[in-house]
């Protein structure tokens, strides 16, 4: 959930949530990596590419790992990937615009 979601819940103030965050070792809020992953995984589901229960399953893990270390960085292979559904994504807008 969004940080001020979670501050609310416990009743503390957001700059109060960041410090109890980096006190339990928790640099980073993860809400938005989480989230940036799951649209992946949909945006995966939608091409339906041969092989993509392999590659969902890959970022499942790698959300898993994150929820137990909001530390870790996104693995080199799925910000790859992650990069270039992005140019996908932008280059298919970019060309919709050009034809109206």
Request: charged share 30%; hydrophobic share 40%; net charge positive.
């Amino acid at each position: 959930m969004p940080m001020a979601t979670a501050a609310k819940g416990l009743a503390v103030s957001r700059s109060t949530l960041k410090l109890m965050c980096r006190e339990l070792g928790i640099p980073v809020w993860p809400y938005r990596k989480l989230s940036s992953l799951e649209k992946l995984i949909d945006r995966v589901v939608e091409l339906s590419h041969p092989g993509f229960q392999f590659v969902v399953s890959n970022i499942r893990r790698e959300i898993e790992a994150i929820k137990m270390d909001p530390s870790l960085k996104i693995k080199d292979e799925i910000e790859h990937l992650r990069q270039a559904m992005y140019d996908l994504k932008y280059k298919k807008r970019r060309n919709s615009r050009v034809a109206d």
